[in-house]
């Protein structure tokens, strides 16, 4: 399976700045990745998470390749995964919490509160799941994009 991983800062990322993928041997790769590559179409890299945030409330340029998440964008991006969470949780047995029987719910949960699996930002030099980013992230504060690197688990 693969995932991508966007660079995002809150200062305009020079092309000589852009993370590469050996920058991911150290850490990542091992951690949560078989490999990585970079000789990827950025662009349409870009395009599909902008396209995947859109609903959620983003404001994108492409000239500038920026996006900004709108005021109400954290609760809009976390909503169906809350109320989801909720339902886990209300329909978790202890023998399923405690590894007794089936862990598959516990799995559901741990999903539904961070995917570790899907897609990653790299900011301030540190790789975050972008749930973690989404947490993290200033509402209203233009971020912009730097190199976007596909990865395999």
Not at 58 to 67: A, F, G, L, R
Not at 126 to 145: G, H, Q
Request: proline fraction near 2%.
């Amino acid at each position: 399976m693969h995932g991508l991983i966007y660079q995002l800062n809150d200062k305009i990322i020079e092309s000589d700045d852009f993370l590469t993928e050996e920058e991911l041997y150290d850490g990542f790769v091992g951690e949560v990745a078989d490999y990585v590559n970079g000789d990827i179409d950025r662009n349409a890299a870009i395009n599909e998470l902008v396209i995947s945030l859109t609903p959620y409330g983003i404001i994108y340029d492409p000239t500038e390749q920026s996006i900004t998440f709108r005021q109400g964008f954290k609760e809009a991006f976390f909503k169906e995964r809350y109320t989801n969470l909720k339902k886990y949780v209300s329909k978790l047995t202890l023998e399923e919490f405690s590894g007794s029987t089936d862990t598959f719910p516990l799995y559901c949960i741990k999903k539904t509160i961070e995917d570790k699996y899907g897609t990653y930002i790299y900011f301030d030099n540190v790789y975050i799941t972008l749930d973690e980013f989404v947490r993290n992230m200033e509402e209203e504060k233009k971020y912009y994009f730097g190199s976007a690197i596909d990865y395999h688990f």
